[in-house]
């Protein structure tokens, strides 16, 4: 790779780092970069969000290396899937266990590229930690052969097996840089695929420690490699060649993802953006909801896509929920540490500290009310912006119904539960959702009414996405497939039916007469239909 020329040459890098960070380190994480054609070309190194200073330069591919690695990945590939299960899954938990022991390692990474705080880079660990043990344990199940009737039975014995669709390619955002790089590819593999990955931009030094840990595990070298660039021609150029495509990112890109997916018919899981619900009913426990809500709207500085940006509270508890949910805020640490004594952290990029300003003040400008932030917070960092709660919005404002990605939360007036309803359902995303209510059969029969992918009852976001044997993703502008759970690994395959008959091809014997042949066809459609025969 040659050397930066850049104008970022005449600013220091980040000094703010954390203490597992360190050149020497950083240089041999650039090893994992697959990019067999070019060597590497020269790219601007993103900048660290602590103190705007360019974190580490890491070579960035072109799209010719993308079609040699997914080349490598797939002579690699059956030999990955001839291994039994059992010895795939002992490289995913040799991973775990390192994982478990070095963490600090990634949630110093993760903290220094993106700028969250130091708990929510720890609930990346415990996520992936949870997805990789779950996996290397339930995927036999998951993938297990399936026994169905066959055409005649008795004669005919059929499975629907699953076999792995080749090489996968996982397009991943820089908001949770760790576990969705590493989430999707963990099932992927195990499922006898290999994997080609491309980092964002803003944060490839995780994905790449990440790498560079499953080869401690002992992960070939080429089952797994990590693509670098930008969206475009980089993540198109894996579209263009892998057999299946795992993508997480905004709708925006997401359309034109599937699109070009569909131009090669191969398969897409689609994880997509959100405008989260929070519906707080008129018999529920105020203090849990305003701390729930707390927690879901300024998780990850609100970068999260299940974050919740609109709260519908029942009218009788509006002004008590409210009081509550302003202690809650202003209880939030707000800080740039390297250790968990903030609460909330920075905004990643400068490009997402202008979206989130923007849309304050566009609804303010249009008639909201700033209950609490408002602002952004130069004196504690660069893209700092204040947790902050609204009312007043309307459907005018762009914050109302299109997806903010910050900490910046909305209240809703509801009359009553269909009220809440029909506002939790405006709009065309249908991703997350909750319900805080002292009744659960109540917040059941109306969690079902929710458009949404996952309804959290009694809690904002996590628990449900924090459940990795039940599906993740959204309906309506949110996406198609799950991640997590059966679905979660089976994406990765195809179904194929594999029948075999005991006599040799089905059909009338030599010398039957067909009539004969057809009568009893006949005689037997009749009794399987009077015997209740599925
Ligand atoms: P983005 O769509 O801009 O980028 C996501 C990834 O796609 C990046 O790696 C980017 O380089 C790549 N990309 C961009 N253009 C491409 C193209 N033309 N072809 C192929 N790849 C391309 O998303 P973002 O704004 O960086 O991420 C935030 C968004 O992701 C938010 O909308 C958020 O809600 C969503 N998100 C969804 C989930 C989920 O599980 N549903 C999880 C996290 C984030």
Same mark, same amino acid.
């Given at each position: ?37 070019? $060597? ?33 990945? #797939? ?12 010895? #795939? ?64 039975? /008795? ?7 699953? *076999?792995?669709? &080749?090489?996968?390619?996982?397009? !991943? ?7 969705? &790089? ?102 529920? @426990? ?5 701390? +729930? ?68 003040? @566009?609804? *303010? ?40 990605? /910050?900490?910046? *939360? ?11 309803? #029909? =506002?939790?359902?405006? /709009?065309?995303?249908?991703? !997350?959702? !909750? *319900? ?16 949404? &992918? ?5 809690? $904002? ?9 039940? /599906? ?22 195809? !179904? ?6 005991? =006599? ?16 009893? $066809? ?9 015997? +209740?025969?599925?």
């Amino acid at each position: 790779m040659t050397a930066l020329d850049t104008d970022q040459e005449a600013v220091a890098p980040s000094t703010l780092r954390p203490g597992w960070v360190t050149d020497r380190r950083l240089a041999s994480l650039t090893r994992w970069v697959a990019c067999p054609v070019s $060597g590497g070309t020269e790219a601007p190194a993103a900048l660290a969000p602590y103190d705007l200073r360019p974190t580490a330069p890491v070579p960035a591919g072109t799209p010719e290396d993308v079609e040699a690695a997914v080349r490598a990945g #797939r002579r690699a590939q059956p030999a990955w899937a001839d291994l039994p299960l059992a010895a #795939r899954a002992e490289v995913v938990l040799r991973f775990h266990d390192l994982l478990v022991e070095r963490q600090d390692e990634v949630m110093d990474l993760i903290q220094w590229e993106m700028g969250k705080a130091r708990f929510h880079a720890w609930q990346e660990v415990l996520q992936v930690a949870n997805l990789a043990r779950h996996y290397a344990r339930a995927s036999e199940g998951y993938l297990a052969d399936h026994k169905v009737r066959g055409a005649v039975p /008795g004669v005919t014995k059929v499975r629907e097996v699953r *076999v792995p669709k &080749g090489v996968v390619g996982i397009i !991943s955002p820089w908001n949770y840089p760790f576990y969705l &790089g590493i989430g999707d590819a963990i099932p992927a593999l195990l499922a006898g695929n290999t994997v080609v990955g491309k980092a964002d931009p803003q944060t490839p030094l995780t994905l790449l420690w990440a790498r560079a840990l499953m080869a401690e595990a002992g992960l070939p070298e080429h089952v797994w490699q990590v693509v670098t660039g930008p969206g475009a021609p980089i993540g198109e150029a894996l579209v263009d060649h892998v057999d299946y495509l795992a993508f997480t990112g905004s709708t925006a890109t997401g359309r034109v993802v599937a699109q070009r997916a569909a131009q090669r018919l191969i398969g897409t899981s689609l994880e997509l953006g959100g405008k989260n619900p929070l519906i707080v009913r008129a018999d529920a @426990d105020l203090l849990q909801a305003a701390r +729930g809500t707390a927690a879901a709207a300024f998780a990850n500085t609100g970068q999260m896509c299940i974050h919740i940006e609109r709260v519908i509270v029942h009218a009788d508890v509006y002004d008590d929920f409210k009081e509550a949910l302003l202690a809650a805020t202003s209880a939030q640490k707000l800080a740039q540490t390297f250790d968990f004594t903030a609460d909330v952290g920075s905004l990643a990029t400068p490009s997402q500290l202008d979206k989130v300003s923007r849309h304050v003040a @566009d609804a *303010v400008a249009k008639g909201a009310t700033v209950l609490a932030g408002g602002r952004a917070r130069p004196d504690i960092g660069p893209l700092v912006y204040a947790p902050t709660v609204l009312e007043g919005v309307t459907e005018e404002m762009e914050l109302c119904l299109g997806e903010t990605f /910050g900490p910046v *939360v909305a209240l809703y007036r509801a009359a009553d539960d269909e009220d809440a309803l #029909r =506002i939790a359902n405006q /709009g065309t995303a249908g991703l !997350s959702a !909750s *319900v805080f209510s002292k009744d659960l059969t109540a917040a059941d029969a109306l969690a079902r009414r929710v458009r949404a &992918g996952s309804v959290n009852i009694n809690d $904002g976001a996590s628990i449900a996405a924090g459940s990795v044997e039940a /599906g993740m993703g959204g309906v309506g502008d949110s996406g198609l497939g799950r991640r997590h759970g059966g679905e979660g690994i089976r994406r990765f395959t195809d !179904s194929q039916t594999v029948a075999a008959s005991r =006599i040799g091809p089905l059909g009338p014997p030599p010398g039957t007469p067909l009539e004969k042949f057809v009568a009893l $066809g006949n005689a037997q459609l009749r009794t399987l239909r009077r015997l +209740g025969v599925r």
